[in-house]
């Protein structure tokens, strides 16, 4: 867990569970979105039902723009994600859940998501857990941990929620049938405004390129490394410059894209304009590495954006690749 230990946060462990995790459904975004809900309004615990309508609630506004597990799974009828759809296709227009619904979350949430939201890949654990549930029943009680009520209660709140919206955007699209398998191929590509990733058959937006890469470099600016918070101004940087495109200096491959995810950056809009065309400095380049195999860490589809563009520079993933990529970039 190098991502971890370079930079040992709170919200580092958060983004170890959010941006890191293994998803074979969406639940786990689910229940960070009701945690964190609750968390910043102060609150150090909650009732278990509470929190299975705030989860609720986000699970059934989600599916109604994106699919909450894969295409090919088969769903048993009683299973939550049958139930969820049920209900969207009976009342299309509810603003809350069902009664029902919340119930079936209830009795689902502590011998599922809640036992896993900490688990990593390979069997490790985030090194700092944000609840616990006592006792169990239909009286179970949420407590929130020190750590999480850091986080709610930091700058960093706002990031942490774009970020998994992101996430779980990414992830839904990864799950629809079709475009999951054209990600997998093609990886994601980048609007001319580089605002939006894209799913590149169909040219259709799937998150934001900013909040779904920031997370990876800790929520800072890649060029000053200070926080990047609510309230400043943000741009996306070409840490190697684009005009590289049509500079007299030769790239390391002409099929090599300065206008993909591994090149590009969110930074202060500030620190980007004073950067303007220069060429990133060692450092920068340091940190971009880093950025790039924290989010080799991450499931597929971002990983393997990056996969293919290492390719293009005759490079294979592996401990260190994206250092050495970038060290020949030029």
Same mark, same amino acid.
């Given at each position: 867990?190098?991502?971890?230990?370079?930079?040992?946060?709170?919200?580092?462990?958060? +983004?170890?569970?959010?941006?890191?995790?293994?998803?074979? +459904?969406?639940?786990?975004?689910?229940? $960070?979105? $009701?945690?964190?809900?609750?968390?910043?309004?102060?609150?150090?615990?909650?009732?278990?039902?509470?929190?299975?309508?705030?989860?609720?609630?986000?699970?059934?506004?989600?599916?109604?723009?994106?699919? !909450?597990?894969?295409?090919?799974?088969?769903?048993?009828? %009683? =299973?939550?994600?049958?139930?969820? %759809?049920?209900?969207?296709?009976?009342?299309?227009?509810?603003?809350?859940?069902?009664?029902?619904?919340?119930?079936?979350?209830?009795?689902?949430?502590?011998?599922?998501?809640? !036992? %896993?939201?900490?688990?990593? #890949?390979?069997?490790?654990?985030?090194?700092?857990?944000?609840?616990?549930? #006592?006792?169990?029943?239909? =009286?179970?009680?949420?407590?929130?941990?020190?750590?999480?009520?850091?986080?709610?209660?930091?700058?960093?709140?706002?990031?942490?929620?774009?970020?998994?919206?992101? #996430?779980?955007?990414?992830?839904?699209?990864?799950?629809?049938?079709?475009?999951? !398998?054209?990600?997998?191929?093609?990886?994601?590509?980048?609007?001319?405004?580089?605002?939006?990733?894209?799913?590149? +058959?169909?040219?259709?937006?799937?998150? @934001?390129?900013?909040? $779904?890469?920031?997370?990876?470099?800790? @929520?800072?600016?890649?060029?000053?490394?200070? *926080?990047?918070?609510?309230? =400043?101004?943000?741009?996306? =940087?070409?840490?190697?410059?684009?005009?590289?495109?049509?500079?007299?200096?030769?790239?390391?491959?002409?099929?090599?894209?300065?206008?993909?995810?591994?090149?590009?950056?969110?930074?202060?809009?500030?620190?980007?304009?004073?950067?303007?065309?220069?060429?990133?400095?060692?450092?920068?380049?340091?940190?971009?590495?880093?950025?790039?195999?924290?989010?080799?860490?991450?499931?597929? *589809?971002?990983? +393997?954006?990056?996969?293919?563009?290492?390719?293009?520079? @005759?490079?294979?993933?592996?401990?260190?690749?994206?250092?050495?990529?970038? $060290?020949?970039?030029?």
């Amino acid at each position: 867990m190098g991502f971890y230990s370079a930079h040992p946060t709170a919200s580092t462990a958060w +983004r170890l569970a959010v941006l890191m995790g293994a998803n074979a +459904r969406t639940y786990k975004f689910a229940l $960070a979105h $009701a945690l964190i809900e609750h968390a910043s309004r102060g609150q150090t615990s909650a009732t278990l039902r509470s929190i299975a309508t705030s989860y609720t609630s986000a699970i059934v506004q989600h599916s109604l723009d994106g699919p !909450q597990a894969p295409a090919s799974l088969d769903l048993a009828p %009683k =299973d939550f994600l049958s139930l969820v %759809k049920k209900f969207v296709e009976e009342s299309p227009e509810a603003a809350l859940p069902s009664e029902e619904l919340v119930d079936a979350a209830a009795r689902s949430m502590p011998g599922m998501v809640m !036992q %896993k939201f900490h688990n990593l #890949r390979g069997g490790a654990e985030t090194p700092d857990r944000f609840y616990s549930l #006592r006792p169990s029943g239909p =009286d179970a009680v949420v407590e929130f941990t020190p750590a999480l009520m850091s986080i709610a209660s930091s700058s960093e709140v706002h990031s942490l929620g774009s970020e998994l919206t992101a #996430r779980w955007r990414i992830v839904e699209a990864s799950f629809a049938s079709g475009i999951g !398998q054209s990600l997998m191929t093609q990886g994601l590509g980048v609007d001319r405004g580089l605002e939006h990733l894209l799913e590149k +058959r169909r040219r259709r937006p799937v998150a @934001g390129v900013g909040a $779904a890469i920031v997370g990876f470099q800790y @929520g800072r600016c890649l060029i000053c490394w200070e *926080p990047l918070t609510q309230s =400043d101004s943000v741009a996306i =940087d070409h840490v190697f410059p684009f005009s590289l495109m049509t500079s007299a200096r030769t790239l390391l491959s002409p099929q090599l894209d300065l206008d993909a995810v591994w090149n590009l950056a969110p930074a202060h809009a500030s620190c980007n304009g004073q950067k303007s065309n220069r060429p990133p400095t060692r450092v920068e380049i340091f940190r971009l590495g880093q950025r790039n195999e924290a989010i080799m860490l991450s499931p597929h *589809p971002l990983r +393997r954006t990056l996969e293919l563009s290492l390719a293009l520079g @005759g490079y294979r993933a592996g401990e260190g690749s994206w250092h050495k990529f970038l $060290a020949s970039v030029l």
